[in-house]
């Protein structure tokens, strides 16, 4: 028997797309209906003797009865940073008719209210930034003829967007509040919750809701495989665009790939890699790595200085749900860090090989440790192995130098050590790989291994196949104990 209390179970169907999980709120066989985390349902709770569930939408309607207090149906899983859309209907008769969805809030025990952020939904409220039982004021609003311009009869499209301090409401696609906190006591992360306001004879109702959850950098753990989450760095197919790059990753047996600032989108789509794309684009191209079962890990890019431009660029990164930068900006590393703090992205700084420039330092790993190891911990390091030998680092003695403070690699092997020299089949050059990836694995190195095969430019998909499956196969096997390394 269900009781006025009982809680809305969630069914399945919550879609891995990129780094973010995407929940799509919806009714099915009357309940509501939202995905599962870690293979369990993610239950929202609310009274349903008053909300109700037909067909897509799910109401409350008090018309003949007003409420006497507010009154929520509420996610029990919690979100930090999240992109929100979702469509709202208040059909007013008399009194107080008002409604809005809460986020970073929280129940208020022994009470049917909320605490936290609201985002106003009714008459004379529509994309309001309220402060519900807090402050109990207006934080952000528009004026009255720029809410009266974008209103819609009958359904309208709100969306809510929070990353790090920064909280924005669209009504109908345009933005009507835009506020950033300055009180770091206000909790940065909380449950969603629908509301309806007591007070009003009303009918409110809510469908097409979807939340994508953009507060964790880290990788999936589809992405692993025996233990290292193997990805291809976009520059191996340089000649290509990125959407055919994706697709190829998909050739070589990879799920994930590192993308490269400047590639073009697609063949369609002249646009480029980077800070300047736009949502339309964004959105295009999570498709196309879902469609592909592709993840994003990474890009490799230069990051300014100026922390307007920075703040862009990891924008971008983090609707991608990208798990690492990989730069060689050295001279931007203050500004970086701000971003990194901001945005929970990790960035890793990159070398090419020695190149006879006495300023150039990147080659070596004790310069960027000396430039990361007082910095935020989710500053350091992207090995590179194949430049680290062609600057006669050996590629195990560099992880060494920079334990704990690796947070990607590119992967590619040598015939020798001390010069340059091309890319050549993964096993069959003179690096170790079996020890570099066994002492990964000591110092728990949890980052994407980025395979970058620079060489047979318009047919590689087979060689860079042959990496992956060399990876997984040497992780498989020190997992069972049976490889050695060159060391003695």
């Known amino acids: ?6 809680r809305f179970a969630l069914l399945a169907a919550a879609c891995l797309a990129t780094a973010n999980l995407s929940f799509n709120l919806r009714a099915e066989d009357g309940q509501l209906v939202s995905g599962t985390e870690s293979g369990r349902p993610i239950v929202w709770e609310g009274r349903t003797d008053l909300w109700k569930v037909e067909g897509d939408t799910i109401f409350c309607d008090v018309r003949k009865k007003p409420l006497d207090k507010n009154e929520f149906v509420v996610s029990q899983k919690e979100f930090g940073d999240f992109h929100l859309e979702g469509e709202v209907m208040v059909e007013e008769q008399s009194g107080f008719a008002n409604g809005g969805i809460q986020f970073r809030s929280q129940r208020i025990p022994k009470s049917s209210e909320m605490k936290g ?9 529509w994309g309001n930034l309220y402060d519900e039982s807090n402050r109990n004021r207006n934080l952000a609003a528009p004026t009255k003829e720029m809410r009266q311009a974008n209103l819609k009869p009958g359904w309208n499209k709100i969306s809510i967007e929070c990353v790090g301090k920064r909280s924005r409401i669209w009504l109908n696609e345009v933005l009507m509040s835009d506020f950033t906190e300055t009180d770091d006591k206000v909790p940065k992360s909380g449950r969603i919750g629908l509301q309806i306001h007591g007070g009003g004879e009303l009918k409110i109702s809510y469908r097409n809701i979807k939340i994508t959850d953009l507060s964790s950098s880290d990788l999936p753990q589809e992405a692993y495989q025996h233990g290292f989450a193997v990805s291809v760095q976009a520059w191996c197919f340089n000649r290509f665009s990125a959407y055919e790059s994706i697709e190829k990753t998909a050739q070589t047996g990879s799920r994930c790939i590192e993308l490269f600032n400047g590639q ?3 063949r369609d789509d002249k646009g480029k890699i980077g800070p300047d794309m736009n949502d339309e684009q964004i959105k295009n191209l999570l498709a196309h790595l879902a469609k592909n079962k592709v993840k994003a890990a990474g890009m ?3 990051i300014p200085k100026d922390e307007a431009q920075a703040r862009k660029l990891f924008s971008v990164a983090k609707k991608l749900g990208l798990y690492d930068l990989v730069t060689e900006s050295v001279d931007a590393i203050d500004t970086i860090e701000k971003m990194v703090k901001e945005f929970d992205i990790h960035v890793a700084y990159h070398g090419h090989a020695r190149n ?3 300023n150039y330092k990147l080659w070596d790993p004790n310069y960027v440790l000396s430039l990361v190891k007082d910095r935020d911990s989710r500053i350091g390091a992207c090995a590179d192995v194949g430049h680290w030998a062609s600057s006669g680092v050996k590629p195990i003695d560099g992880i060494r130098i920079l334990k704990g403070r690796i947070i ?5 092997d040598r015939a020798v050590i001390g010069k340059e020299s091309e890319d ?10 079996a020890g570099v990836l066994r002492e990964l694995k000591t110092q728990g190195f949890k980052g994407q291994i980025s395979v970058e095969f620079e060489n047979n430019w318009g047919n590689n998909v087979p060689d860079i196949a042959q990496y ?4 997984r196969g040497v992780g498989a096997c020190l997992n069972a104990g049976d490889i050695h390394t060159q060391e003695k």
Do not use: R, W
């Open 264 to 266: 073009q989108i697609s």
């Open 468 to 471: 992956v499956g060399f990876v």
């Open 1 to 6: 028997m269900i009781t006025a209390t009982s």
């Open 356 to 358: 006879g420039n006495a």
């Open 424 to 433: 050549i089949a993964g096993g069959t050059g003179v690096l170790d790989f």
């Open 300 to 302: 490799y890019c230069d």
């Open 117 to 125: 952020y609201q985002a106003d939904a009714g008459p004379g409220y």
């Open 408 to 412: 990607s690699l590119h992967l590619k």
